[in-house]
Every structure is written in C-alpha cells, then in structure tokens.
C-alpha cells in the first residue's frame, strides 16, 4: 500500500519516504546511521509511515548482531520498537543490543518502557532485576 501511496504522491510532492525495499537496500547498502536520517525525516513529514515489515527489521537488526555491529543492531531495533511498540521480540533485541554496548542506563530505560507494554513478562522482568543488580 505504501509502495503505491508514494508513486502517486511523487509526482505532487517534493519528497516521499522510499519503498520498503529500498529502504532495507539502505540500511544494507548505506548503513543504519544513514536508515535513521531517512527514518528521521519521514516521521517528521508522514508520522504514521511504516518504512519497514516487522519481520524485516528484526531480521536487519537480528544480521547485525551477529556480524558484530552491535551499534548499527541497536539504530535499528530503536527504529522498531518505535515503530511497532506492541512487539515484545523487537523491545528484548533492543535491550540485548544495548547490553553488550553496556549501555546499562539506556537498557534500563528500554525495559521500562517495554515492561509499561509487557507488565508481567517474566524475561523482561528477569531483565529488570539482573540490571538493577548491578
């Protein structure tokens, strides 16, 4: 639907968000930093825009952890969990990412936020206890 919303709406506007698929070729291609600026600028512009499936960010996100750019991983699960905050997966990659940043301050904040969606997951607050414990 967005495919189809942004090729009517190039011609009567100056800028529309890229498809999908040319926004993961980006966030593969250009990297996440420059992802964020494009994500950045559509929220502003089209707030409610969905530049991204679910399934496909967690699977971006899920490729940068495991090649060890852990920096890269967390801009992109922050865009997700933005994006769809009721996807406990996306909020739990984000924590983890930010853990192994030890970034303990930012993953505290994070499981706050996911447990106001998820009060009574066990992991998250697992998660909570291990981090405060520190």
């Known amino acids: 639907a967005y495919y189809g919303l942004a090729m009517a709406m190039s011609s009567t506007i100056d800028w529309v968000p890229p498809t999908y698929e040319d926004y993961l070729d980006v966030l593969r291609n250009d990297g996440a930093e420059k992802g964020r600026k494009i994500y950045d600028k559509a929220k502003k512009i089209f707030p409610d825009w969905l530049l991204f499936t679910q399934k496909d960010i967690k699977v971006r996100g899920s490729n940068l952890l495991n090649e060890e750019n852990i920096q890269a991983a967390e801009l992109v699960f922050s865009m997700g969990v933005d994006s769809y905050p009721n996807d406990l997966e996306l909020h739990i990659q984000l924590i983890e990412a930010q853990i192994r940043l030890?970034?303990?301050?930012?993953?505290?904040?994070s499981i706050s936020m996911a447990i106001e969606h998820f009060p009574k997951n066990e992991q998250l607050i697992s998660l909570e206890q291990i981090l405060n414990s520190k």
Request: charged share 75%; net charge positive; hydrophobic share 10%.
């Open 102 to 109: 030890k970034k303990s301050k930012k993953a505290k904040e």
